[in-house]
């Protein structure tokens, strides 16, 4: 299927871009590398009248460390953030991470931005801004606002921006207690969306917040008692029922669950075990 038609605008400047979404609405889409829009729109999930192309506009770029933040414009690119030489010692969870998100030819197109935008419940970059405790920066003619990542992903592909607000940025925590990292994930092939998948940081050896996606509507973030073996499997059993899941063409619910259950520890683990 093709998608309906629509009209292409790529702006000159961000202010132009803002302009062009207070003028449009509901009516605009901003696309970044399209690589998850695109398709929705091929297969006539959503519609649109106004594509705003942002994608590689040099006033969206940036990978910057500001704040106890690692800030991360709205047009870089996932294979961009990957690369980035400071990576590794800045932010860990997300070195980890960022390899298992799509393939090599899609994250050179795609954006860290537009993936948090997309906010598919098993995504591995929503579920690292949750676990870290991140936050999104949206910006329109009426000002500026930022949510924290349980506030702007809301559901299954849907988030709290407003229809003349585009997100410019991410925020990804990088406090020192961040810096012991660990991630997981079971998929059908590498690349793919999640089966399930797990995110995990050590701020100390009887605590761990451990991030979950794929098995509710959004990623969900929690602490973890770690004092003991039995301790951490009697956190991961109850969690695993109150997040319940839900069946669908890749997995079962119970199979999703029953890999928290597996999974969690390993991960934990790992984190635990991590050099600062």
Known sequence: MKPRAFDYVRPDTAAEAIDLLAQHGEDARIMAGGQSLMA???????????????????D??????AGGYLEVGASVTQNELLSWPEL??????????????????????????????HADPSSEIPLSLAT???????RSKRGERVLAAEEFQTGMLSTAREADEMMVAARF????????????EVARRHGDFAILALAAVADDDKSVRLGIGGLADRPVATRIDTTSKAAIAE?????????????????????????????????IEEAIACAA
Not at 88 to 114: D, E, I, S, Y
């Open 40 to 58: 929705i729109l091929n297969l006539r999930m959503s519609e649109t009248k106004v594509i705003i192309d942002i994608g590689g506009h040099e």
């Open 60 to 65: 969206f770029k940036g990978i910057k460390v």
């Open 88 to 117: 590794a010692k800045t932010a860990p969870l997300l070195a980890k991470a960022m390899p298992w998100v799509g393939h090599f030819q899609t994250r050179n197109r795609g954006t860290v931005c537009g993936s948090l935008s």
């Open 132 to 138: 870290l405790g991140g936050e999104v920066v949206l």
């Open 173 to 184: 925590p990088i406090a020192p207690n961040l810096r012991r990292a660990a991630f997981r």
């Open 235 to 267: 956190a991961l059993g109850t969690l695993a029922w109150e997040l319940e899941g839900s069946d669908d063409i890749h997995a079962t619910a119970r199979y999703r669950r029953d890999l928290l259950r597996r999974l969690g520890p390993i991960v």
